[in-house]
């Protein structure tokens, strides 16, 4: 199936962090944290300013990005789970 976020919105999934701290203890699941980095699955066309002209995206499709702790909306397509939420949720991109 073929998703394409609306508006200001982006298609994000969760890139998962290690299983192991830096002294090499190893974090059971019931400890992990959900990671706040993901990539960018998806990107909608834009918000519309009042003029009815298009907003575009400072983000695109593959940009690794951090966002908050309770951002986005969980979805689960074709059986994966992602996040969809609006770029001003991103707080930033991965270099």
Do not use: C
Request: negative net charge; without cysteine.
């Amino acid at each position: 199936m073929s998703f394409t976020p609306l508006h200001d919105r982006v298609l994000v999934r969760r890139i998962e962090s290690d299983e192991k701290t830096a002294g090499g203890l190893i974090i059971p699941d019931s400890a992990k944290e959900k990671p706040q980095e993901g990539e960018i699955i998806s990107v909608g066309a834009g918000a519309r300013d009042e003029d009815g002209e298009r907003i575009a995206l400072d983000v695109k499709a593959g940009d690794k990005i951090l966002f908050g702790k309770w951002s986005g909306t969980e979805v689960k397509i074709d059986g994966e789970d992602l996040l969809i939420m609006k770029e001003s949720d991103i707080l930033g991109i991965i270099n």
